[in-house]
Structures are given as structure tokens and as C-alpha cells.
């Protein structure tokens, strides 16, 4: 016996302002009402989303909990721009925290900077360092490959009405950081809207934003600021850094209750700096990442995986919603699909397996709407049986099938790439289906011939099936092909055999293999037995979607094996091959 192995060789007015802020505050009411009706519960990528509608993702740390104290909980999103980032990024989608984070601290308990700390930039602060553990810690590995890096040069800004000024400031490669004091009036567009709570009450939330420099004394510093929103919804600026320095300074002569007087506001200083403020955290999410939206809550609607059908995908008059982002390691292979007696079957293998995980399917119409959706396998490897009598079908509609990890509500979800099942164009008459009443499906040849093909199997589940060829009144001809008897596509996908043996030592037919002719079986192993390699004929990529990693040739001679060598690789096979030399 001999053995083988082939290699793989951007100044507003007070009226102007006003008078703009009716409409916008108008059309975004219209529109939250309008999205609410007219997104359905299952959405392809981010076509679900709005300005101001919500996306759950992450949970909550013991140094960020909307309530103080309690980690684990889902954190909610508002979307600021759905279109891109704050940077311009055309992928991104910028969002925001609803909900103010923090300590168990009234307030929040977060400062800016640590006390003393002579600087109020953004960098390597408080705040940054909270934001930093935030991604870290919030987060799953999944979700952080979602979130885009955001570079952004903030100009000087002055506030409308109160005239406050900022400086400007630069964020490089940032996963997550503050709004700043423009972000925060632009998004929000009055103070009602920059409201937030923190454990049930409005409270202050930081932004990434220095204070002018213009405040501070020319002499010595007496304070140094940054921005905030306060629990009116105003933008303001809060002391991150003060020296109480000029007061030992003061004449003898001065009343001593104002030293007091000083000294307690100097006191109050100290506390002020040290500051009980809340995070608002920002970042912006690669669209690219994401696969679809769902409800927040009841996500993905499907029967019980198992049941063969898809649902029709429903209208969702929520504004809640959750991720389903793509994980490139949830794998599936899909072979072609036949259809009989208005079921179509559809063979795969190679899924990710697990208590939370199934294949499942949505259909799509040519604009991208998906209209159904469905939970159809658990295994990793088998036939969807998918029943076609409760499903309307439109002109280009497409069918996918893809591995996806259900987390539960308000939890982020995953999926691997979608896979569109494609099925063989042939009549029911042109097709010669065999069903083993045990294993069912076990094979299933399309004849191309008016001819006959004789199958003879053993059981499956004794782990081989026989098939031998029979005597063919009349081949198909045509100029790029020799007569071939039978065509074989798809044949094994249900079958649980894991060898498959071709035995044409004593017969007329000649056997084509199609491309993705194993696909979706769970054969590894396939014994190709004739007198001469002609018999067998293999369209490239005949292997494509298999398991095969053994061929086993007999009954030829040492040209003939050779012959059928080269042919195999051309087909795509790379796996081991064992020759089994003719005893003279």
C-alpha cells in the first residue's frame, strides 16, 4: 500500500436659536413617533436606528453603576449621530450614556483630578482614568472590537448666554471619553434635555472640555476649570484645581473675621476641588460591526430551535434597542439546497456549538428588509429541513443562514457572517431522490441521462454506502464534456455515514462530481474503486464545504492512480490519499 498526501501548493443668536429650537424640538418628536412605527423588530444592520432612539451594550462595574452601587446591570446608549462619529468618521455612530454613572458616593463621586494636582487638561485626569477602566471593565472583548478609536481637535468654545469660555483640546486613539462643552450644547439643544440622574436625582456630569486659562491670575494660579453640565441642565464650569496661597499674603491689619471668613472658604474650596460629579461616558461604535438591531427586550422573535419554519418578522413600536455584532470565529459552512415537496433542505456543518448558540436564518428582500427570521439548528452539522408552505417569497428575495450567540435581554448578541443558501435548478422529474427509512436522506443523485442509475446502499448508520452504477441507454453528451451518466450535488448532507464508498469496477457509468459535492455531510472519508480513473470526473471545488481528509483508490493501476491524483487536485482536494496497489 502506498500513500500520498497532496500539498496546497464644525454664534447663535438668542431669537435665532429659539426660533430653530421649536422646529428641531418638533421634528425629532416626529420622528420618535414615526421610527417607533415604522421599524420592525428585526433590522438589518443599523437601518433600525434614529437620532435619540437607545441601544443597550455593556454592564455596569462597581466604579460605574447608575444606582451607586449595583454592577452587572445593562447600560443604555442614546444615539447623538447615526450617521457617523464625532470625529467625521462615516462608519462610526456617536453615542452617549442615558443614565449618569458612578460611586456609591452622592453625586457620583467622581472628581475631575486629584486634588493639588496643578493642571485641568483631560489627559491622564480622573475623569480619563475613570473611562479608561470603564472600557475595560463595561465591556466584553467582543463589543471593545466595536468601539472606534476617535481623534478629534476641539476648538475654543464660549457658551451661548452665559458666555463661559473653553480651551481648546485634542483627544488621539480615545476608546471612551466626556462630551465636550460644544457636544453637549449641540446634541442637547436646551437645558431641560442636558438633564440627567444619577441614582434617581439630577445631578452634575463632567465634560472633557478645560476651562479658559483667561480666569486665572497673573500673579498665581487661584483656579483652574473644566466643564460640566449642572443638574439644571446648564453648561458650566467647576473648579478642579485652586491655591489658597495669596491669603497668608494679607496685611496684619485685616479684620480678622474676615481671615475667617476666608479661611472657611477655603475649606469649602478644598471640598469643591475634591468634587462629587458623575461620569456621562461617550464613544463611538463601528456601524461596519453590526449585523442587525432587535427589542431590546424579547430580541430576535423565533419558535424553539428545532421547529422546521421561519417567523414573519414583526413591527416593533419601541424605541429600545439591542445589538446583534459580528464575531468572525462563529463559524458555518453551507452546501447546496434542493427543494421537495415544498421543503427545502438545506445541508451545513462546521457550526459553533453551545448552550446559547444556534444556526440560524432570515430572509431578505432586495432592499435589505429582512421579513423572516428563525432559530432552525442547535447541531453542528446536519439538514435544515425549512418549510416553504408558510413563507411568501418575493421576486429577489435571499435566503441566509448564519451561527449566532443569543445572550438574553437587553445583552448584546453575536453572529458569523451570513451565508446565502443557493439550490440546484433542476425539476423533480430530472432527479432521482433515495431515502433510507432509518437515517433519511441518505443520498441523492440527479440523473442527466434518460437512462438509469441503480443506488445501492447499506444502512447508514453502519458507516458506508454503496453505490454502483448501472447500464446507461443514453449519456449526455455535449462538446466540453465526455458522457457522463450521473451527476452527484449535495448527496450526503443528511446521511450519518462517515464513509462513503464509489465502487465502478464492473459497470458502464461514469459519475460527475459537482462543486460543494460533500458540502454539509459528515463523510471524512471516501473510497473511489474502478478499473480506470475516467469513471470518476470532479468539477473544481468539488470538496469545498467537506470533511474529507481521506480518499482511499483501488482497482486501478499505477497510470490510472496517478491520472486520478492529478484530478483530485485540481477538484481542490488537499487531504491524504491511500493507494491500494492490484494484486497480479
Given at each position: 500500500?502506498?500513500?500520498?498526501?497532496i500539498?496546497?501548493?464644525?454664534?447663535?443668536?438668542?431669537?435665532?436659536?429659539?426660533?430653530?429650537?421649536?422646529?428641531?424640538?418638533?421634528?425629532?418628536?416626529?420622528?420618535?413617533?414615526?421610527?417607533?412605527?415604522?421599524?420592525?423588530?428585526?433590522?438589518?444592520?443599523?437601518?433600525?436606528?434614529?437620532?435619540?432612539?437607545?441601544?443597550?451594550?455593556?454592564?455596569?462595574?462597581?466604579?460605574?453603576?447608575?444606582?451607586?452601587?449595583?454592577?452587572?446591570?445593562?447600560?443604555?446608549?442614546?444615539?447623538?449621530?447615526?450617521?457617523?462619529?464625532?470625529?467625521?468618521?462615516?462608519?462610526?455612530?456617536?453615542?452617549?450614556?442615558?443614565?449618569?454613572?458612578?460611586?456609591?458616593?452622592?453625586?457620583?463621586?467622581?472628581?475631575?483630578?486629584?486634588?493639588?494636582?496643578?493642571?485641568?487638561?483631560?489627559?491622564?485626569?480622573?475623569?480619563?482614568?475613570?473611562?479608561?477602566?470603564?472600557?475595560?471593565?463595561?465591556?466584553?472583548?467582543?463589543?471593545?472590537?466595536?468601539?472606534?478609536?476617535?481623534?478629534?481637535?476641539?476648538?475654543?468654545?464660549?457658551?451661548?448666554?452665559?458666555?463661559?469660555?473653553?480651551?481648546?483640546?485634542?483627544?488621539?486613539?480615545?476608546?471612551?471619553?466626556?462630551?465636550?462643552?460644544?457636544?453637549?450644547?449641540?446634541?442637547?439643544?436646551?437645558?431641560?434635555?442636558?438633564?440627567?440622574?444619577?441614582?434617581?436625582?439630577?445631578?452634575y456630569?463632567?465634560?472633557?472640555?478645560?476651562?479658559?486659562?483667561?480666569?486665572?491670575?497673573?500673579?498665581?494660579?487661584?483656579?483652574?476649570?473644566?466643564?460640566?453640565?449642572?443638574?439644571?441642565?446648564?453648561?458650566?464650569?467647576?473648579?478642579?484645581y485652586?491655591?489658597?496661597?495669596?491669603?497668608?499674603?494679607?496685611?496684619?491689619?485685616?479684620?480678622?473675621?474676615?481671615?475667617?471668613?476666608?479661611?472657611?472658604?477655603?475649606?469649602?474650596l478644598?471640598?469643591?476641588?475634591?468634587?462629587?460629579?458623575?461620569?456621562?461616558?461617550?464613544?463611538n461604535?463601528d456601524r461596519?460591526?453590526?449585523?442587525?438591531?432587535?427589542?431590546?427586550?424579547?430580541?430576535?422573535?423565533?419558535?424553539?430551535?428545532?421547529?422546521?419554519?421561519?417567523?414573519?418578522?414583526?413591527?416593533?413600536?419601541?424605541?429600545?434597542?439591542?445589538?446583534?455584532?459580528?464575531?468572525?470565529?462563529?463559524?458555518?459552512?453551507?452546501?447546496?439546497?434542493?427543494v421537495?415537496?415544498?421543503?427545502?433542505?438545506?445541508?451545513?456543518?462546521?457550526?459553533?456549538?453551545?448552550?446559547?448558540?444556534?444556526?440560524?436564518?432570515?430572509?431578505?428582500?432586495?432592499?435589505?428588509?429582512?421579513?423572516?427570521?428563525?432559530?432552525?439548528?442547535?447541531?453542528?452539522?446536519?439538514t435544515?429541513?425549512?418549510?416553504?408552505?408558510?413563507?411568501?417569497?418575493?421576486?429577489?428575495?435571499?435566503?441566509?443562514?448564519?451561527?449566532?450567540?443569543?445572550?438574553?435581554?437587553?445583552?448584546?448578541?453575536?453572529?458569523?457572517?451570513?451565508?446565502?443558501?443557493?439550490?440546484?435548478?433542476?425539476?423533480?422529474?430530472?432527479?432521482?431522490?433515495?431515502?433510507?427509512?432509518?437515517?433519511?436522506?441518505?443520498?441523492?443523485?440527479?440523473?442527466?441521462?434518460?437512462?438509469?442509475?441503480?443506488?445501492?446502499?447499506?444502512?447508514?448508520?453502519?458507516?458506508?454506502?454503496?453505490?454502483?452504477?448501472?447500464v446507461?441507454?443514453?449519456?449526455?453528451?455535449?462538446?466540453?464534456?465526455?458522457?457522463?451518466?450521473?451527476?452527484?450535488?449535495g448527496?450526503?448532507?443528511?446521511?450519518?455515514?462517515?464513509?462513503?464508498?464509489?465502487d465502478?469496477?464492473?459497470?458502464?457509468?461514469?459519475?460527475l462530481?459537482?462543486?460543494?459535492?460533500?458540502?454539509?455531510?459528515?463523510?471524512?472519508?471516501v473510497?473511489?474503486?474502478?478499473?480506470?480513473?475516467?469513471?470518476?470526473?470532479?468539477?473544481?471545488?468539488?470538496?469545498?464545504?467537506?470533511?474529507?481528509?481521506?480518499?482511499?483508490?483501488?482497482?486501478?493501476?499505477?497510470?490510472?492512480?496517478?491520472?486520478?491524483?492529478?484530478?483530485?487536485?485540481?477538484?481542490?482536494?488537499?487531504?491524504?490519499?491511500?493507494?491500494?496497489?492490484?494484486?497480479?
Open positions: 500500500m502506498m500513500e500520498r498526501t500539498g496546497k501548493n464644525r454664534a447663535w443668536s438668542g431669537r435665532k436659536r429659539s426660533f430653530l429650537l421649536f422646529f428641531t424640538m418638533l421634528f425629532v418628536l416626529c420622528m420618535s413617533v414615526a421610527s417607533a412605527y415604522a421599524a420592525d423588530n428585526l433590522c438589518d444592520g443599523v437601518s433600525g436606528f434614529a437620532k435619540n432612539q437607545v441601544i443597550y451594550m455593556g454592564k455596569t462595574t462597581k466604579e460605574a453603576a447608575y444606582d451607586g452601587k449595583t454592577a452587572g446591570k445593562p447600560v443604555s446608549w442614546i444615539v447623538l449621530n447615526r450617521t457617523r462619529s464625532n470625529d467625521g468618521n462615516k462608519s462610526g455612530m456617536y453615542l452617549v450614556s442615558r443614565q449618569l454613572l458612578g460611586k456609591n458616593r452622592a453625586g457620583g463621586g467622581l472628581s475631575f483630578r486629584n486634588a493639588g494636582d496643578n493642571s485641568s487638561d483631560w489627559t491622564g485626569s480622573n475623569a480619563d482614568v475613570w473611562c479608561q477602566s470603564f472600557y475595560r471593565g463595561a465591556l466584553t472583548s467582543r463589543e471593545k472590537k466595536a468601539v472606534l478609536n476617535t481623534n478629534i481637535n476641539d476648538t475654543a468654545y464660549t457658551t451661548p448666554g452665559w458666555g463661559l469660555d473653553y480651551e481648546p483640546f485634542s483627544l488621539s486613539g480615545a476608546k471612551i471619553f466626556f462630551l465636550s462643552a460644544r457636544e453637549a450644547d449641540d446634541y442637547f439643544l436646551t437645558a431641560r434635555l442636558r438633564q440627567a440622574s444619577y441614582n434617581g436625582e439630577n445631578a456630569w463632567l465634560l472633557r472640555s478645560p476651562g479658559s486659562k483667561a480666569y486665572q491670575s497673573p500673579d498665581t494660579i487661584m483656579a483652574l476649570t473644566a466643564g460640566a453640565v449642572g443638574q439644571y441642565g446648564d453648561t458650566l464650569l467647576v473648579t478642579v485652586a491655591t489658597d496661597e495669596w491669603v497668608d499674603h494679607l496685611p496684619k491689619e485685616f479684620p480678622e473675621q474676615y481671615r475667617q471668613e476666608i479661611e472657611k472658604a477655603k475649606e469649602a478644598r471640598e469643591v476641588t475634591r468634587g462629587d460629579y458623575a461620569a456621562r461616558p461617550a464613544f461604535l461596519n460591526k453590526v449585523l442587525f438591531s432587535s427589542s431590546a427586550k424579547g430580541g430576535k422573535l423565533s419558535e424553539k430551535a428545532g421547529v422546521t419554519g421561519l417567523v414573519k418578522n414583526p413591527s416593533y413600536k419601541g424605541s429600545e434597542r439591542k445589538l446583534t455584532l459580528l464575531d468572525s470565529r462563529l463559524k458555518l459552512k453551507v452546501g447546496k439546497a434542493f421537495k415537496r415544498n421543503i427545502l433542505y438545506v445541508p451545513y456543518s462546521g457550526a459553533s456549538t453551545g448552550k446559547s448558540r444556534y444556526v440560524s436564518g432570515v430572509i431578505k428582500n432586495p432592499k435589505g428588509k429582512i421579513t423572516y427570521y428563525g432559530r432552525l439548528a442547535k447541531k453542528a452539522s446536519g435544515i429541513a425549512v418549510d416553504l408552505s408558510s413563507v411568501t417569497i418575493g421576486t429577489g428575495d435571499r435566503l441566509y443562514l448564519f451561527t449566532e450567540e443569543c445572550n438574553g435581554d437587553c445583552l448584546t448578541d453575536y453572529a458569523g457572517r451570513l451565508k446565502e443558501v443557493t439550490y440546484a435548478k433542476q425539476s423533480p422529474e430530472e432527479m432521482v431522490d433515495s431515502y433510507d427509512a432509518e437515517s433519511f436522506v441518505p443520498l441523492t443523485v440527479e440523473n442527466r441521462s434518460r437512462g438509469t442509475v441503480a443506488i445501492k446502499r447499506i444502512d447508514s448508520k453502519a458507516g458506508t454506502i454503496l453505490l454502483t452504477g448501472s446507461v441507454s443514453r449519456r449526455l453528451k455535449s462538446k466540453r464534456t465526455k458522457p457522463v451518466s450521473a451527476v452527484i450535488k448527496a450526503f448532507s443528511k446521511t450519518t455515514a462517515k464513509t462513503v464508498s464509489f465502478l469496477t464492473g459497470s458502464a457509468t461514469m459519475l462530481f459537482e462543486k460543494e459535492a460533500f458540502a454539509g455531510s459528515r463523510v471524512n472519508k473510497t473511489f474503486a474502478g478499473k480506470t480513473a475516467n469513471v470518476f470526473r470532479f468539477r473544481k471545488g468539488a470538496f469545498s464545504g467537506s470533511g474529507v481528509n481521506k480518499i482511499i483508490v483501488r482497482g486501478m493501476k499505477p497510470y490510472h492512480f496517478r491520472k486520478l491524483l492529478r484530478k483530485l487536485k485540481k477538484a481542490g482536494y488537499y487531504g491524504k490519499v491511500v493507494y491500494k496497489e492490484i494484486k497480479e
